[in-house]
């Protein structure tokens, strides 16, 4: 499985403003922010694919949730038969 561009492009514009922001707000942590940039630009692709996964799981969620289990007479594996 490889990468999806467009969605690594929106993450890595998501974290580019993100230190924006922060390179803005907080004028004394910008040393801090700009020592975090390389890191986040390494992790692009993995933290891309955690987000893909996370949103295939959710697109498949409501499937899961309409199948209804199969009724049975059988006791499930904790309960105590008499």
């Given at each position: 499985m490889k990468c999806n561009l467009k969605t690594m492009l929106r993450i890595a514009a998501?974290?580019?403003?993100?230190?924006a922001i922060g390179y803005w707000a907080v004028p004394g942590y910008r040393a801090a922010i700009l020592g975090l940039i390389p890191f986040a630009t390494a992790l692009l692709c993995p933290i891309s694919m955690l987000i893909m996964m996370w949103f295939m799981h959710r697109r498949e969620e409501p499937h899961n949730r309409s199948d209804s289990p199969a009724t049975?007479?059988?006791?499930?594996?904790?309960?105590?038969?008499?």
């Amino acid at each position: 499985m490889k990468c999806n561009l467009k969605t690594m492009l929106r993450i890595a514009a998501s974290l580019m403003a993100v230190f924006a922001i922060g390179y803005w707000a907080v004028p004394g942590y910008r040393a801090a922010i700009l020592g975090l940039i390389p890191f986040a630009t390494a992790l692009l692709c993995p933290i891309s694919m955690l987000i893909m996964m996370w949103f295939m799981h959710r697109r498949e969620e409501p499937h899961n949730r309409s199948d209804s289990p199969a009724t049975s007479n059988s006791p499930s594996p904790g309960q105590h038969t008499r």
